[in-house]
């Protein structure tokens, strides 16, 4: 990979970044081309190098959101051996994405996804698809190797995994931090790791 794809790679991640942050503090309808520029000290031209639009701005903020939720799948998975613990793992690390980045909440659930351009809404199905995708892939695993109860569907499985933690998060996004949304997922995931384990 050549040093100016490198940097253009980089440039983009951190202007997706910045685009992110803006949309935590003040709101998906703030986000703008030229806001994000100030926010990393360039000037809007600069930003229009990579991002031709907010729109282009707000789908690179969804991809980032893609990549670190697979980056999480990986890292929940070294050094593990047990399914149950890499489920355990992947699920806490899920919750501090969002709590570090409250912004997700924002955009996943707004009307810019669900009433905007279909193509973003099917992009958006298409992050939530891939990573339920990778979560079946680790329960079927763990059947394989006998950790987890051979009856439990993965597919099933893997939407009940999200469903500990989407509630939650939208809990302890509307009460502006009051609901513990760490302590309810370690809790919930207790009760269902306990019913997914092969006996």
Do not use: C
């Not at 939650?168 to 370690?186: I, K, M, P, Y």
Request: hydrophobic share 45%; glycine share 6%.
């Amino acid at each position: 990979m050549g040093t100016e794809k490198l940097d253009t790679e980089v440039r983009q991640e951190q202007l997706a970044q910045a685009a992110l942050s803006l949309i935590t503090t003040q709101g998906l309808k703030s986000l703008s081309v030229a806001r994000v520029a100030r926010r990393v000290g360039l000037v809007p031209s600069a930003v229009y190098r990579h991002f031709e639009s907010k729109d282009q701005l707000l789908d690179a903020v969804l991809e980032m959101i893609r990549e670190r939720l697979n980056a999480n799948v990986v890292q929940a998975s070294q050094g593990a051996t047990d399914a149950l613990q890499v489920l355990q793992r992947l699920v806490m690390a899920h919750v501090r994405l969002i709590r570090e980045n409250e912004g997700i909440l924002s955009v996943v659930f707004s009307d810019e996804v669900h009433n905007g351009r279909p193509e973003r809404k099917a992009l958006v199905h298409s992050i939530i698809q891939g990573y339920l995708k990778k979560v079946a892939q680790i329960v079927s695993r763990g059947q394989q190797q006998g950790q987890i109860r051979p009856d439990a569907d993965p597919g099933t499985v893997s939407v009940m995994f999200l469903g500990l933690i989407q509630p939650a998060a939208l809990l302890w996004h509307l009460s502006e931090g009051g609901f513990d949304v760490t302590r309810h997922v370690e809790r919930a995931w207790d009760l269902l790791s306990k019913s997914l384990r092969a006996s």
